[in-house]
């Protein structure tokens, strides 16, 4: 059975897609992002799905392309913000090695910019982006088998801390 050997989860802001790039880099294994997934697989871009369909449309794309990247994907693979908030994903999230990378708001404020790409931040950004981690982090922790806190650290730290937190990406 193929499987990933890390899954990333986290809010936006957090490092999720650049993290995973680097750590996958390191292992020498493939990376995938689900929301990429969803863009390809649909020729727009998420804030478009979002826009033009409704984020209820978005989520069952997003629900779809976790499932098929658990079951296909054998690196690292990142998953959207918000993917974590269907019961579907959270379940099949279960024995997975999943890496929440926490973010504090100020970090993520400065990471994201004013996310004029980003369909859940329109209006006041930093109230926005306070809500989503208030809101998220209790059900990124649910599925975390492993949690590294972001903030202040440079992307090469974060990765260092990944690989350590959990133990150089093999199964086991």
């Given at each position: 059975m193929t499987a990933p050997r890390l899954v990333l989860v986290g809010t936006m802001g957090a490092g999720k897609t650049s993290v995973g790039r680097r750590v996958a880099q390191a292992w020498e294994?493939?990376?995938?992002?689900?929301d990429r997934d969803i863009e390809v697989s649909e020729g727009r871009s998420v804030s478009d799905i979002f826009v033009d369909s409704g984020e209820a449309h978005?989520?069952?794309?997003?629900?779809?392309?976790?499932l098929r990247a658990l079951a296909e994907h054998d690196g690292v693979l990142a998953l959207g913000g918000g993917a974590v908030l269907d019961e579907v994903t959270r379940s099949a999230l279960v024995g997975h090695r999943v890496v929440f990378l926490r973010v504090g708001l100020?970090?993520?404020a400065k990471r994201v910019g004013l996310g004029t790409s980003r369909p859940l931040l329109l209006g006041n950004v930093r109230g926005r982006i306070k809500q989503l981690i208030d809101e998220r982090t209790p059900v990124y922790e649910s599925v975390a088998t492993h949690v590294v806190d972001t903030d202040g650290l440079e992307i090469e730290?974060?990765?260092?801390?990944?690989?350590?937190?959990?133990?150089g990406g093999r199964h086991e």
């Amino acid at each position: 059975m193929t499987a990933p050997r890390l899954v990333l989860v986290g809010t936006m802001g957090a490092g999720k897609t650049s993290v995973g790039r680097r750590v996958a880099q390191a292992w020498e294994v493939g990376f995938r992002d689900t929301d990429r997934d969803i863009e390809v697989s649909e020729g727009r871009s998420v804030s478009d799905i979002f826009v033009d369909s409704g984020e209820a449309h978005f989520r069952a794309l997003e629900r779809a392309a976790v499932l098929r990247a658990l079951a296909e994907h054998d690196g690292v693979l990142a998953l959207g913000g918000g993917a974590v908030l269907d019961e579907v994903t959270r379940s099949a999230l279960v024995g997975h090695r999943v890496v929440f990378l926490r973010v504090g708001l100020g970090d993520a404020a400065k990471r994201v910019g004013l996310g004029t790409s980003r369909p859940l931040l329109l209006g006041n950004v930093r109230g926005r982006i306070k809500q989503l981690i208030d809101e998220r982090t209790p059900v990124y922790e649910s599925v975390a088998t492993h949690v590294v806190d972001t903030d202040g650290l440079e992307i090469e730290q974060v990765v260092e801390q990944v690989r350590t937190a959990v133990g150089g990406g093999r199964h086991e």
